[in-house]
């Protein structure tokens, strides 16, 4: 059974910028989270996607957004990029078809934004 | 107060040793209590769910929720040098207003062969 994958790995941007990033949960969940993990603040909740409906949102500015398509797979952009946006973006899938509240949550590998 | 508190480390153990890793958290709602292991540059990957207070195990793996003191804590036995890793807790209050985790910081395990 396939994990949850995250594209791409790395990305290099400059300030003012924006990126798209992408994560396709394992088959069959429903909800998608994402994180950002940064040494001095470690991970924090920037958002949750449950069947294409946002239903939590961490305490983020705007520039952070994301959406959630039907096939599940979901796509994080952050707009304006600063030097501070430079992280590690988590991905986790949890809710096998079924279950609407299941926080066994199950993270891809990440992917490693630089802002320069 | 920070919702949850884990202690850095470095925590440093030979190979054999049984290791202590401890969470306190303030927020009496959570009912769902994570652990993950990352190694570096990879994902953080799960080890232990736990749904309220007890004790659950797996293999060298056992987890401790004491939701009356808000403690939590993860016990490896004869750990190894692939144990070398940092160890996160997380945990969730849960309900259909969504399923966020909110972790502690991190505690880097290192094992000594």
């Known amino acids: 059974k396939a994990g949850v994958t995250q594209t791409p790995r790395y990305l290099i941007k400059t300030r003012g910028q924006q990126v798209t990033l992408s994560c396709s949960p394992i088959?069959?969940?429903?909800?998608v989270s994402w994180y950002q993990q940064t040494p001095g603040q470690g991970l924090q909740f920037l958002f949750e996607?449950?069947?294409?409906?946002?239903?939590n949102k961490g305490n983020f500015p705007g520039r952070f957004s994301g959406r959630q398509f039907s096939n599940s797979r979901s796509e994080m952009n952050v707009s304006t990029l600063e030097l501070g946006d430079s992280a590690l973006y988590l991905c986790?899938?949890?809710?096998?078809?079924?279950?609407?509240?299941?926080?066994?949550?199950?993270f891809g590998q990440g992917t490693r934004l630089t802002v320069v | 107060q920070k919702e949850v508190e884990q202690d850095p480390g470095p925590l440093s153990v030979p190979e054999g040793a049984i290791v202590s890793l401890n969470c306190t958290y303030s927020?009496?709602?959570?009912?769902?209590f994570m652990w993950y292991r990352q190694y570096s540059r990879k994902g953080p990957e799960l080890l232990m769910y736990?749904?309220?207070?007890g004790n659950k195990e797996d293999g060298r793996f056992t987890a401790q929720v004491d939701k009356s003191s808000k403690y939590i804590s993860l016990f490896i036995r004869d750990s190894q040098p692939s144990d070398s890793a940092t160890y996160l807790c997380?945990?969730?209050?849960?309900?259909?207003?969504?399923?966020?985790?909110?972790f502690g910081k991190g505690t880097t395990l290192s094992v000594s062969s």
């Open positions: 986790a899938s949890s809710s096998p078809a079924g279950t609407t509240i299941n926080t066994e949550a199950f």
């Open positions: 088959s069959g969940h429903r909800s």
């Open positions: 996607y449950f069947s294409e409906t946002q239903r």
């Open positions: 927020n009496s709602a959570f009912q769902y």
């Open positions: 736990t749904y309220s207070s």
């Open positions: 997380a945990m969730s209050a849960a309900n259909q207003a969504g399923t966020a985790l909110i």
